[in-house]
């Protein structure tokens, strides 16, 4: 079997993450709320978990925000583990630097493994994902969020627009993420049991785009792609860049929009005790009898003018918005 495909330079993206570290907290405010997310959704799990782990754990957001939880009583030893030896520092507990795409971890002695905005980094995202199933005890539980494909769209098409007008051609400035629609089909070729995948769309509103981009280095989110130009970007692309993005996604008082698309991954460990999907044809109720509807004819479902009733409208849930400014 051929290797995966060189995506990331995981070297790179280790010194991005030390270097961010000593100010990591003026920009952690996507962490601590992703983290808040995984939290809730344990909230709602009825179950215990002896041993727990958070991979990518940075500054340890996610154990800060489970302290102020009634989730805390579910969990056992919690475990963090990161990259970056640096970003672990100010931590207590057991702590283990440990790489994304080669878990340390003996198989089945986990019962919990958690994951915020660390896995899109990973070059070989099913093979990290197998990882964790492995690590995982029988039915232990995987939640795991990370970037998805709108991150950040507004400020990849305003350096691609610069540095075409500028350069006459333009190299990948912004890392590629993985699509909501990929999310369940990649926990199913992990072979984790009952995923679940959704989408969180989280807008940060900044007052200049330079603010953006001083963030995204404390975050040490910063490009890490294997193949990047090795030229970095002169002053007059980031300049024109910037009046771009702010001609282009500007907001009435000036400022800018950064959008970050959140996808979580939800699964569990295979177990024999877990619920089965039932096969096709063999459900002993029809589902209108379940809800109580009642069967009208094509004609009275026209109603006198003719028109069919129109179905339930759903809206999408709002756009979650931070001020980062």
């Known amino acids: 079997m051929s290797p995966p495909p060189r995506i990331f330079d995981r070297d790179l993206h280790a010194r991005h993450l030390r270097r961010a570290a000593p100010r990591f907290a003026t920009a952690d405010f996507l962490k601590r709320r992703v983290a808040e997310d995984l939290v809730v959704?344990?909230?709602?799990?009825?179950?215990?978990?002896?041993?727990?782990?958070?991979?990518?754990?940075?500054?340890?957001?996610?154990?800060?925000a489970l302290a102020l939880s009634h989730a805390a009583a579910k969990v056992g030893i919690l475990v963090q583990s990161d990259l970056s030896e640096a970003m672990l520092a100010p931590l207590r507990g057991?702590?283990?630097?440990?790489?994304?795409e080669r878990l340390p971890f003996a198989e089945a002695r986990i019962d919990l493994i958690v994951s915020s905005l660390a896995?899109?980094?990973?070059?070989?995202?099913?093979g990290a994902l197998i990882q964790i199933r492995r690590a995982l005890r029988p039915d232990g539980l995987f939640i795991g969020s990370f970037l998805g494909g709108g991150t950040l769209t507004e400020l990849r098409q305003s350096l691609l627009m610069a540095e075409a007008q500028l350069s006459g051609g333009a190299g990948p400035r912004v890392s590629p993420f993985a699509d909501a629609a990929d999310g369940a089909a990649l926990l199913q070729r992990a072979g984790f049991a009952?995923?679940?995948?959704?989408?969180?769309?989280?807008?940060?509103?900044?007052?200049?785009?330079?603010?953006?981009?001083?963030?995204?280095?404390?975050?040490?989110?910063?490009?890490?792609?294997?193949?990047?130009p090795m030229s970095p970007l002169t002053?007059?692309?980031v300049r024109r860049a910037c009046e771009i993005?702010?001609?282009?996604?500007?907001?009435?008082?000036?400022?800018?929009?950064?959008s970050f698309e959140v996808l979580t991954l939800t699964?569990?460990?295979?177990?024999?005790?877990?619920?089965?999907?039932?096969?096709p044809g063999s459900a002993k109720m029809r589902l209108?009898?379940?809800?109580?509807?009642?069967?009208?004819?094509?004609?009275?479902?026209?109603?006198?003018?003719?028109?069919?009733?129109?179905?339930?409208a759903f809206s999408t849930p709002p756009r979650l918005e931070s001020d980062a400014s």
């Open 245 to 258: 993005y702010a001609r282009t996604f500007g907001a009435p008082d000036g400022g800018i929009a950064a």
């Open 94 to 100: 057991p702590r283990v630097v440990a790489d994304e």
């Open 194 to 228: 009952l995923p679940v995948v959704d989408t969180d769309i989280v807008t940060v509103r900044y007052r200049h785009p330079l603010k953006l981009l001083a963030d995204l280095r404390a975050m040490g989110e910063t490009n890490a792609l294997f193949d990047r």
């Open 119 to 126: 896995l899109h980094w990973v070059n070989d995202l099913v």
């Open 235 to 237: 002053r007059g692309v």
């Open 267 to 279: 699964g569990w460990a295979p177990h024999p005790d877990q619920p089965k999907a039932l096969r």
């Open 288 to 312: 209108a009898d379940a809800l109580g509807a009642v069967n009208r004819s094509a004609e009275d479902r026209a109603g006198k003018s003719g028109l069919p009733d129109q179905g339930a």
């Open 41 to 64: 959704r344990l909230e709602a799990i009825n179950r215990t978990f002896p041993v727990a782990l958070d991979i990518g754990a940075r500054q340890g957001a996610f154990e800060r």
